[in-house]
C-alpha cells in the first residue's frame, strides 16, 4: 500500500509565508508526475501546480509568482512554498501524486489534505 502524508499548513496573516510538505510511503517503484490542489468552501478542487519527474513545472495564473513547487525524488517528496499569501488562499490544499507501486494496483493517490488560512 501506498500512504502520503501532508504537513505544513496553518493559520498565516497575509503577505506571510508557509511550506507544505507530502511525503510518499510503502510499496513505491516510482513517481511521476507530483502536485498540489486545493479546495475552497463551496468551491471544486482545483489544481496549484505540479511538477513532473523530470522536473518541468506548471501553475494556475495565481500562483505563478508567488508558489513554488519542488520534489526531493531520494524523499518521495513533494513542496509547496507559499509567499505574498492573500485570504483568497484560504483553502484545503491536497497532495496528489501518480506512483506506480511494486505490485499491480492504483496509481493515483491523494493526500488527506491539510488546512490553510490565511487571515486579512
Known amino acids: 500500500q501506498v500512504q502520503l502524508v501532508e504537513s505544513g499548513g496553518g493559520l498565516v496573516q497575509a503577505g506571510r509565508s508557509l511550506r507544505l510538505s507530502c511525503v510518499a510511503s510503502?510499496?513505491?517503484?516510482?513517481?511521476?508526475?507530483m502536485g498540489w490542489y486545493r479546495q475552497a468552501p463551496g468551491k471544486q478542487r482545483e489544481l496549484v501546480a505540479s511538477i513532473s519527474r523530470r522536473g518541468v513545472t506548471n501553475y494556475a495564473d495565481y500562483a505563478k509568482g508567488r508558489f513554488t513547487i519542488s520534489r526531493d525524488n531520494a524523499k518521495n517528496t513533494v513542496y509547496l512554498q507559499m509567499s505574498g499569501l492573500k485570504p483568497e488562499d484560504t483553502a484545503v490544499y491536497y497532495c496528489n501524486q501518480n506512483i506506480i507501486p511494486t505490485i499491480p494496483g492504483p496509481t493515483d493517490y491523494w493526500g488527506q489534505g491539510t488546512q490553510v488560512t490565511v487571515s486579512s
Open positions: 510503502g510499496s513505491i517503484f516510482n513517481i511521476n508526475a
